[in-house]
């Protein structure tokens, strides 16, 4: 550890590189703890017509595919472990090893993305799009299924997004490394960006059990 922190380059704000590295740690947590505030407040308004509405939800809840779900939650997991093999191998100064656990990381949630992307395309042709072509049996019930997947829509979209922002990062990331960039020459960067990730891979844990596991 020490002969990495050596190669790093000392900011003049900063005493020493503890206190540098400390500080971007502690700014990233920062921001995650926004976002889980920001999500948190999608999770409480979910349950709370969840509670409301438990057995057109329910309903509602039978339109998505489990099997998809359960096969995206897989992936994200692996995609948590590739990531952290590539903190590993970026704290130990191996480029190869660490643009290789990077790409990977990449291509997993890049199969996420398309996973999804057929899941969304499914729902379209059924017309559980929400809005004016909505349709929903029983008719009686559109209304509240129709808030179902207005919610389901915006909690998985927002993820997506996430991972999609995601895959930008690394992607910029894994250039820098090929071409031995300065500003990846420590493992800061990688690590940081580790922890957006695993911050995404935690969200869909909730996600997955909350939209596509719902009780009777």
Not at 72 to 78: E, S
Not at 159 to 187: C, E, N
Request: glycine letters at 6%.
């Amino acid at each position: 550890m020490v002969q990495e922190q050596a190669q790093q380059k000392l900011s003049i704000q900063f005493e020493d590189i503890a206190q540098q590295n400390e500080s971007y740690i502690v700014g990233m947590w920062t921001f995650l703890v926004t976002e889980i505030m920001f999500f948190g407040g999608l999770f409480a308004t979910y349950l709370v017509y969840r509670v409301a509405n438990q057995e057109v939800f329910w309903e509602a809840h039978r339109h998505l595919s489990i099997p998809l779900g359960f096969f995206n939650t897989c992936v994200l997991l692996t995609s948590s472990l590739t990531m952290a093999l590539t903190v590993h191998y970026s704290q130990r100064g191996l480029r190869k090893q660490q643009l290789l656990w990077l790409l990977v990381t990449m291509a997993l949630a890049c199969t996420f993305l398309v996973v999804k992307g057929f899941e969304y395309h499914h729902k379209f042709v059924e017309g559980l799009i929400p809005g004016a072509n909505f349709r929903f049996e029983p008719a009686e019930h559109m209304r509240v299924a129709q808030l179902f997947f207005s919610l389901y829509f915006a909690m998985t979209g927002l993820h997506a997004l996430h991972v999609i922002i995601g895959v930008l990062v690394m992607t910029i990331l894994a250039v820098l490394i090929a071409i031995k960039h300065p500003s990846v020459q420590d493992f800061i960067p990688i690590e940081l960006t580790g922890l957006y990730w695993h911050f995404v891979d935690i969200v869909w844990i909730f996600l997955f059990p909350l939209l596509y596991l719902i009780p009777r």
